[in-house]
């Protein structure tokens, strides 16, 4: 199984050539930058800005669209006709509300009996979703009242999990960057011992050197011709 990284990798848009750059950057570890870092992050993110000049038409470099490519003559000839004709929409017909008297012939007598009825039906059909919403609709609202409530417990479950899972890869990537953190000062530590201890070592060889030679001297031996035998 592969380790985790514990650095933040760049962006894979922009130039080729920072595909490969790996931030150097632990941000739960590094706290202890100076306001020379924060000027030279500024510049990187003014820099990065220049690149993408701010334009208000993004797409002038586009070729203007051609909206009617897709449209058949056929189209074409409805479309050219409903822009020349131009049609006054028909008034409503409300003479199927009117309710007129009796006009004393038997035909027209039959023609406002069959709409004084279809008025009271459908009058009637009105009273009757009435007293159907009056008796199921508060059950009905309640059910999808707590259809409605449920679905809210399920999301606001979904997203606590989805934070609990956030907050779980922060502590994980704080864990490893702070463990990551111990080794390298660790390894920082003994590093300074050992380009300490090679200093120290460097210092007594230059000083056993300068003894040799002055011993050299004292016993009239050349030094450089003592080093090659």
Known sequence: MSAQPLALGAPTRGRDDDRDVLV?????????YSETDRQFALGLIEQECKSFPATKNYLKHLPIPDYDAYLTPALLEDRKLRTQKVEIPKPIDLTRCDLPC?????????KL???????????????????????????????????????????????????????EVHASRKHAQMSAGKTLKELENAWVQMVTKNYRMEM??????????????????DYAQLGKS
Request: aromatic share 6%; glycine share 4%; hydrophobic share 30%.
């Open 113 to 167: 009996f069959r709409n004084a009825f279809t008025q009271n039906e459908h009058l009637r059909l009105r009273q009757i979703n009435l007293e159907l919403m009056e008796e199921y609709g508060p059950e009905a609202s309640r059910r999808w009242s707590e259809e409605l409530q449920a679905y809210l417990r399920e999301l606001e479950n979904d997203l606590r999990q989805t934070q609990e899972s956030v907050m």
């Open 204 to 221: 007594t060889n230059q000083q056993l050197e300068a003894e040799l030679k002055k011993k050299a001297k004292e016993m009239g031996v």
């Open 24 to 32: 150097d950057a632990l941000p739960y570890l590094d706290v202890n």
């Open 102 to 110: 009796p006009a004393g012939t038997s035909r027209s007598n039959d």
